[in-house]
């Protein structure tokens, strides 16, 4: 059965009504990914609001960090999977397949990350992303101290609780509208056929 197969409940601009730097943004989406992702095209009903939110994600997801690529995509999934975000848990949860390489960690952050065998610094981290997002009221500063145990530095912790900030955000967003994310998500990065690896 299909997705629904609308941008987002607000509907979205023509992309060539849109500024040229924007236009040049969806160009280069489609040259690398073949598409536009749906959260771009919703939020160019707001062009200064879809800078900014890029200018936020660039920083917060591509700029150097402690925190690694997959672990930030890691983070943005857990906590989309305690909102019931479905936009981002299909396009983050993508992200996830492709940079691990591994499917099934992929599915595990998307339905529940304590299945995932992970070591104790990434258990940390969703613990604290999970925690944050669900009764951030309870956060104290022994879950810091927790995440200082495993290594964490205080730059690692303030990229932490920001990226879980931003996406509880981007969640609320992406609900709010209704934005439906790109079918093409679905397939991307599952090998065919998959295989789940030997036992040793």
């Excluded at 771009?40 to 700029?63: D, I, V």
């Excluded at 879980?164 to 790109?182: C, E, K, L, Q």
Aim: net charge negative; aromatic share 8%.
């Amino acid at each position: 059965m299909p997705q629904p197969d609308h941008v987002s409940a607000l509907g979205a601009p023509a992309a060539n009504s849109l500024d040229e730097d924007i236009q040049e943004v969806f160009r280069k989406c489609v040259d690398k990914l073949g598409f536009v992702p749906n959260v771009l095209a919703a939020y160019s009903l707001r062009p200064n609001k879809l800078r900014n939110f890029m200018a936020m994600y660039n920083e917060l997801m591509l700029a150097p960090s402690g925190l690694s690529k997959l672990e930030r995509e890691m983070i943005a999934v857990v906590v989309s999977s305690a909102n019931h975000c479905y936009y981002c848990l299909v396009a983050h949860g993508q992200a996830v397949r492709a940079l691990s390489g591994d499917p099934q960690l992929g599915e595990m952050m998307v339905m529940n990350y304590r299945v995932a065998q992970l070591d104790p610094r990434q258990r940390a981290m969703l613990d604290f992303a999970w925690k944050l997002t669900k009764t951030p009221e309870q956060v104290t500063e022994d879950d810091r101290q927790a995440l200082r145990e495993v290594g964490l530095s205080v730059e690692d912790i303030f990229d932490l609780a920001d990226t879980v900030a931003f996406y509880n955000m981007s969640n609320r967003m992406a609900i709010g509208t209704d934005m439906i994310p790109n079918a093409e998500y679905h397939g991307m990065n599952r090998p065919e056929p998959f295989m789940p690896p030997a036992k040793a």
